[in-house]
Each structure stands twice: as structure tokens, then as C-alpha cells.
T-cell receptor, first 110, second 116 residues
Framework: DAKTTQPPSMDCAEGRAANLPCNHS???????VYWYRQIHSQGPQYIIH???NNETNEMASLIITEDRKSSTLILPHATLRDTAVYYC???????????FGSGTKLNVKP | EAGVTQFPSHSVIEKGQTVTLRCDPI?????LYWYRRVMGKEIKFLLH????????ESGMPNNRFLAERTGGTYSTLKVQPAELEDSGVYFC??????????????FGQGTRLTVV
């Protein structure tokens, strides 16, 4: 069963920041937070992951609360091509057995 | 660098037939995973190889599914005999091992299997 809770859908205006929340209140000390997205029927695409510090890469930023019970994925300037289902996943660092859950359907609108 | 490659991209077979799906992981990745999404459901883990060894096959639905990774390179997933409920998209992913940690997993584009 998925260990995370995400809103089923969100809208975002093109060019604005998209902030996708995720609750993972039962996360253990050795579990990382991963974010993936699936555009249409393509394979899941890796976005970013982190343990407890905030992380940033060329795609997005990941903000993890101090108690690690929730996190937010930030797409700084959403484009129409960012329309996808976004999955927040917690998993141990030593293997990648992911529970995908239902994710958040992000709709980026012109 | 080539990503995870899956063959075929689509397969339509009749109930009772056999189908073999293939996955070529990213070169040098010791970890290889199979996942699938059946109609209307979430993406589910099937199994995990570390090199040629099955590390975790707890997600395999039944004994009609057989996964192999001879030589620790590419992997095959055979469904024999196929049933209607096996229809869905089968994803393969791979990741590298660094010390005691794994890198992020990269997924292929999937094989869409339709059993009629």
C-alpha cells in the first residue's frame, strides 16, 4: 500500500509555480522521498529525491519539512508539457521497491 | 547514453498464448525491476533483480509469470499462458548501486500487452 497521501488533482497557470504537496507521516529514518511523473502513457520519469535537506535540480525543487512528515515538489515555471500525474514515493535507500499510489494529476493551463 | 529499452512496445495475443517481454537496462546498472499497471489500477511492483539474482519477487501475481536475467544484463518476463486480466502496461526500471545505496531508478517506456 502507498505510504503517501496526495491530492488527486491540481490546476496551475502556465508560467506560474506549481506546488505539489505530499504527506508521508509514517516515514522512517532511512526512507527517502522520491518524486516521479508520468506524462500520458509514457514510463515514469524521475524528477528528484531527498532525505531531509531541501534539494534542487534543473527540473524542480523539493522541500521537506523538518519532521519529514510532509514535502512539497515545486516546479518553478510550469509549462503545458508539465501536465502529468505526479507521484510522491517513500522508499528505503537500499532498494527501489516503489509504491506508486494514485498520484496528483497536474493540469497546466494556458 | 541509452536509457532503459523495452521490447516490444505493443503486443496483442490471444488468451492461452505465451508472450515474452524484454528489458535492456541502462548499461552498468545492477538493479533491474519489473512493474505493471493493469487497467484502472495503480502501478504495482512485480520483482527486483540484483545482477542475475532475484532479490524480491513478492509482487509476481502467480506462477504463470516467469522472469529471468541470465548473465545479469537484459531481462525477460514471460507470461504463459496469458489470461485476459494480464492486459496492461509492463514497465522495466534499472538503477545503479553505490556502496550501500542505490541511485534513482530510471524507467523504460513500457510494453502494452493486450490479451484478447
Amino acid at each position: 500500500d502507498a505510504k503517501t497521501t496526495q491530492p488527486p488533482s491540481m490546476d496551475c497557470a502556465e508560467g506560474r509555480a506549481a506546488n505539489l504537496p505530499c504527506n508521508h507521516s509514517t516515514i522512517s529514518g532511512n526512507e527517502y522521498v522520491y518524486w516521479y511523473r508520468q506524462i500520458h502513457s509514457q514510463g515514469p520519469q524521475y524528477i528528484i529525491h531527498g532525505l531531509k535537506n531541501n534539494e534542487t535540480n534543473e527540473m524542480a525543487s523539493l522541500i521537506i519539512t523538518e519532521d519529514r512528515k510532509s514535502s512539497t515538489l515545486i516546479l518553478p515555471h510550469a509549462t503545458l508539457r508539465d501536465t502529468a500525474v505526479y507521484y510522491c514515493i517513500v522508499a528505503y535507500y537500499n532498494f527501489n521497491k516503489f509504491y506508486f499510489g494514485s498520484g496528483t494529476k497536474l493540469n497546466v493551463k494556458p | 547514453e541509452a536509457g532503459v529499452t523495452q521490447f516490444p512496445s505493443h503486443s496483442v495475443i490471444e488468451k492461452g498464448q505465451t508472450v515474452t517481454l524484454r528489458c535492456d537496462p541502462i548499461s552498468g546498472h545492477d538493479n533491474l525491476y519489473w512493474y505493471r499497471r493493469v487497467m484502472g489500477k495503480e502501478i504495482k511492483f512485480l520483482l527486483h533483480f540484483v545482477k542475475e539474482s532475484k532479490q524480491d519477487e513478492s509482487g509476481m501475481p502467480n506462477n504463470r509469470f516467469l522472469a529471468e536475467r541470465t548473465g545479469g544484463t537484459y531481462s525477460t518476463l514471460k507470461v504463459q499462458p496469458a489470461e485476459l486480466e494480464d492486459s496492461g502496461v509492463y514497465f522495466c526500471a534499472s538503477s545503479q548501486v553505490y556502496g550501500t545505496a542505490n541511485t534513482e531508478a530510471f524507467f523504460g517506456q513500457g510494453t502494452r500487452l493486450t490479451v484478447v
